[in-house]
């Protein structure tokens, strides 16, 4: 059975830092790619960031520059480095892996 979980979530103030983790079991995490969405309150799930098995990286323009995805195979894990926070990037996390496995989300609040 595949396990997806995120943690490292917060409140945060603006221009504050947050880093994610996304931890997966039950799959060769190695041969996937791993991705990061969010949700924001009263709007669709969308896009922010993926990296590939061999470590190609890919980011939405709203956070390009700010946010840096990684990963390390050896502890099944995907980071979200988030620098530069601002209040429009509150929202609920989300990390995705294997097959379209997904977490529960984490809450990321950007507030003064």
């Known amino acids: 059975q595949v396990q997806v979980v995120e943690s490292g979530g917060g409140l945060v103030q603006p221009g504050g830092s947050l880093k994610l983790s996304c931890t997966s079991s039950?799959?060769?995490?190695?041969?996937?790619?791993a991705g990061w969405y969010r949700q924001a309150p009263g709007k669709q799930r969308e896009f922010v960031a993926t990296?590939?098995?061999?470590?190609?990286?890919n980011y939405a323009n709203s956070v390009k520059g700010r946010f840096t995805i990684s990963r390390d195979n050896a502890k099944n894990t995907v980071y979200l480095q988030m620098n530069s926070l601002k209040p429009e990037d509150t929202a609920v996390y989300y990390c995705?892996?294997?097959?379209?496995?997904w977490g529960q989300g984490t809450q990321v609040t950007v507030s003064s």
């Open positions: 990296i590939t098995s061999g470590g190609n990286r």
């Open positions: 039950g799959i060769i995490f190695s041969r996937y790619a």
């Open positions: 995705v892996t294997g097959q379209d496995s």
